[in-house]
């Protein structure tokens, strides 16, 4: 474990948790503010970057393919709100988890009629290819930083967003009691649009900004979704403060837990039994953590509502 | 008095249905002699083995109002005992049963301690990351098939007969599997553990003021369900002749719950119904199209939007109508 790649790893942790904060930012509002849970989500983190390799062959930019693909997943996103989710507002958690479970299988075999089944790619954008040394022995590809950068921009101006505009003070004072908000005469569905707008924006950003440097695969929504739902649930539904301190801690766990497990297991064991040990902990790590969390605050680190 | 002579009515009248089907089961076998046997056989022992983990599902999720995400890994740990005793040489079912139900159950136990604390979504997602725990460590298992699963040599002998040797066999005894654990699920929801249960669903600070420990008996439906899942993936290894992660991952959780909800949750024959809706439309539609998901998920968004109560509410509701006139 030397210190050059220790940085590295970090950065790889943070890069992984601004991504999930991305996600996990509309997840946390739509189930705080409307008490909806959209497994579908994920799929629209997938649909960002299958619409941004599309469009990326129709424009030839990647700024060109970041707008279109934008506003394509925002539209998909307000349409599937107004065709399906809007009814399942009242209903029941089974309900919703059943409905939007239904949109994931339609989605993703959709995806595969269109596009196929094989992995499609996204070249990373001519000006940000190639990689930096950040100090001897640390190598980094710029692309990663341009994420990182993007997902701290992004998360910065959420929290002006929220703290400091008049929808932003809506949207937490629906997080903490939407039916009374409804009371006092603001137009909640007008709201519960907006937010989950945004929040399908949101995934489709990062949907389209890992395109470049992972396969674009139908699968890929589903293993984000997992994670973005332990980020919200350990950070408290509705809080994107907590989103953000999750998403962040579920990153470095994650990524510093798979690089450094077997190191630590050979610790306290022999070689092969730690090579066994070291990945299956790995990837249990973030599940143990959320576990922890909830069993210490049943809540989640920074819960919304003032209960 | 009339609406409870009423309910008493609908009762029994509602009996008639559980028997219909299980004797529709009993029938197949003979049915099938003029079709496709062996691949009939295959297909509803499928749904058989499936009914019997919706049905411990539908007694948490149906009864106790607590939405499990992680079941599939009680029918992982079903059929992991006996694909691991297997590699081992020991292929005895009624060791690999027994072995596979005290894990589900030590597993429910642990498990549940933890999950039980959080309640509503929270419960939820905690379920599913336990469930997630369980299919990350079976991807580990290198000895084992690791990510690839593990091929069962031979189905389990009982007592040292290879008596599931024949489909047929194997049909009537997960038949059997499945008729008792109706029946006791049956008996269980209408006693005072079923009734604490439902009005802990309902309330569950009433229940606890009126002195019962909500929690051991919210454990304790748990751990019941935890075993009947641990049963179906016994019979699902012994069916498939292998096991894999993929018996535990999240898909299959959300599956299951898909079939208790299709049915119509809360009713217990209705996970059987929503298992077998499930599992011959997956055949039929993939039949059709490759693509057949794309049917199926509007399929799901349909039925919830428009037949609440399921399959079995929808039919009722239907019934209702066409008495009126």
């Known amino acids: ?307 | 008095m009339r609406a409870f002579a009423g309910s008493l009515r609908k009762t029994r009248k509602l009996d008639l249905i559980p028997l219909l089907i299980l004797t529709a089961f009993a029938l197949v076998p003979a049915a099938a002699r003029f079709g496709a046997e062996a691949h009939v056989i295959a297909l509803v022992t499928r749904v058989m083995i499936f009914a019997i983990a919706a049905l411990g599902l539908d007694l948490i999720v149906g009864y106790g109002g607590l939405i499990s995400f992680g079941h599939a890994a009680f029918v992982g740990l079903g059929a992991y005992a006996v694909g691991i005793l297997g590699v081992h040489g020991m292929t005895e079912g009624l060791v690999a049963l027994v072995a596979g139900l005290v894990t589900a159950v030590l597993f429910a136990l642990a498990t549940g301690t933890v999950c039980l604390h959080s309640q509503g979504a929270y419960f939820i997602m905690i379920t599913l990351a336990f469930g997630q725990m369980a299919y990350f460590t079976a991807t580990s298992l290198a000895p084992y098939g690791g990510d690839d699963g593990l091929t069962i040599e031979a189905r389990n002998t009982i007592l040292g007969a290879p008596v599931l040797r024949s489909d047929g066999a194997l049909y009537y005894a997960a038949l059997a599997c499945l008729a008792t654990s109706y029946l006791a699920c049956r008996a269980l929801v209408r006693s005072r553990f079923g009734r604490v249960l439902r009005a802990a669903r309902e309330n569950p600070v009433r229940v606890a003021t009126l002195g019962f420990d909500v929690f051991r008996f919210q454990l304790v439906a748990y751990a019941i369900s935890g075993a009947l899942g641990g049963l179906s993936g016994f019979l699902l290894a012994n069916a498939t002749n292998f096991v894999s992660p993929a018996y535990m991952s999240w898909q299959r959780s959300g599956e299951l719950i898909i079939m208790v909800l299709l049915g119509g949750m809360g009713r217990l024959h209705g996970a059987i119904i929503g298992a077998a809706v499930f599992v011959l439309m997956e055949e039929w539609l993939s039949d059709l199209t490759e693509h057949w998901k794309m049917i199926f998920g509007p399929f799901l968004v349909l039925v919830v939007l428009f037949a609440r109560g399921g399959l079995i509410g929808l039919g009722e509701h239907v019934v209702r109508s066409l008495r009126r006139g």
Not at chain 1, 5 to 31: E, H, K, M, P, S
Not at chain 1, 239 to 266: H, K, N, P, Y
């Open chain 1, 1 to 307: 474990m030397s210190l050059p790649l220790l940085i590295v790893q970090v950065l790889n942790g943070l890069q992984l948790g601004l991504l999930l904060f991305l996600i996990a930012a509309g997840l946390t509002l739509v189930f705080g503010v409307m008490n909806f849970i959209n497994l579908a989500h994920g799929v629209q983190y997938m649909l960002g970057a299958y619409l941004a390799v599309a469009f990326y062959s129709v424009t030839g930019t990647f700024l060109g393919a970041l707008a279109l693909a934008l506003a394509a997943a925002l539209a998909i996103g307000l349409a599937l709100e107004f065709a399906v989710f809007r009814h399942l507002y009242g209903r029941d958690h089974l309900d919703q988890v059943i409905a939007t479970f239904g949109i994931i299988l339609f989605i993703g075999e959709a995806v595969k009629f269109v596009w196929g089944a094989a992995p499609l790619s996204l070249p990373i954008p001519d000006a940000f290819a190639g990689a930096v040394q950040l100090m001897p022995g640390a190598i980094y590809p710029v692309w990663r930083l341009v994420i990182i950068a993007s997902g701290l921009v992004t998360a910065a101006a959420l929290y002006g967003f929220v703290a400091y505009t008049r929808i932003g003070m809506l949207v937490r004072a629906g997080a903490a009691d939407a039916a009374m908000v409804s009371a006092l005469g603001v137009d909640i569905r007008r709201l519960f649009m907006i937010v989950f707008g945004f929040g399908t924006m949101l995934a489709g950003f990062a949907g389209i900004m890992i395109a470049p440097i992972l396969s674009v695969e139908p699968g890929m929504g589903d293993t984000v979704l997992i994670l973005a739902f332990v980020v919200i649930v350990t950070g408290g539904i509705g809080s994107i403060r907590g989103a953000f301190a999750a998403a962040l801690l579920i990153g470095l766990v994650d990524t510093l837990g798979r690089s450094f497990a077997v190191d630590l297991m050979r610790l306290v064991m022999a070689p092969s039994p730690a090579r066994t040990v070291g990945p299956a902990l790995a990837s249990m790590l973030i599940y143990l953590v959320m576990a922890l969390v909830l069993y210490v605050r049943p809540a989640g680190l920074f819960p919304a509502r003032g209960r």
